[in-house]
């Protein structure tokens, strides 16, 4: 599912809101989201999950076409942790479909 | 940061009261859960795709006691951030 066909979905949801509002916003949570990772924040969303960066140490890579041994450099990663709700609603959803 | 410095944050910049933004907010992420669930997978260009992955049963063991148990098949969500995602925190907010 694309952003477009999530945004219909959401749109149903919500009537006194405009198309164009609802892109607006959900381009704003994305990027609030984004932001608050940049600097190094945590954001929790309860029932849903939270988003949180990881720390890759520095570690030696090779370059897979040559086989020159390179160092990676450390790394920031975004990370998603699901949260409790969303993670019992993904599974029910399974047991109930067998 | 929560879901209320998320609201604070953003909804004098989408010309919303608090609380249309918490609905919208709220509304966001419960769509999202409800797609999920259903074992779809949701791409959000720029953001990331969420994704359900099927896991099979595998046998484990108590860590407490070492007792041997089956562990059932489950379901997963994992989270893929986008490339512009990862860019984007490892330019740091300085950028």
């Known amino acids: ?98 | 940061m929560t879901k209320a410095t998320l609201v604070d944050h953003i909804y004098e910049k989408v010309g919303l009261s608090k609380k249309e933004t918490t609905e919208m907010v709220e509304t966001l992420f419960e769509t999202i859960k409800e797609v999920v669930s259903e074992g779809e997978s949701i791409k959000l260009s720029g953001f990331g795709t969420f994704t359900v992955r099927e896991k099979g049963s595998r046998r484990g063991r108590n860590p407490k006691t070492g007792v041997e148990i089956e562990i059932e098949p489950r379901r997963v969500v994992t989270f893929k951030p986008s490339v512009g995602f990862k860019a984007f925190v490892e330019r740091g907010s300085d950028s």
């Open chain 1, 1 to 98: 599912m694309t952003r477009s066909e999530l945004m219909r979905l959401v749109s149903e949801k919500v009537p006194g809101f405009t198309k164009r509002e609802i892109e607006n916003i959900v381009k704003e949570i994305l990027e609030g989201i984004k932001e608050a990772l940049a600097m190094g924040e945590k954001v929790e969303i309860r029932g849903f999950g939270n988003f949180k960066l990881r720390h890759r140490r520095e570690r030696r890579g090779r370059n897979p076409k040559t086989g020159d041994t390179v160092n990676v450099p450390v790394k920031k990663v975004p990370f998603f942790k699901v949260g409790k709700e969303f993670r019992e609603m993904v599974n029910r959803k399974s047991s109930a479909g067998d």
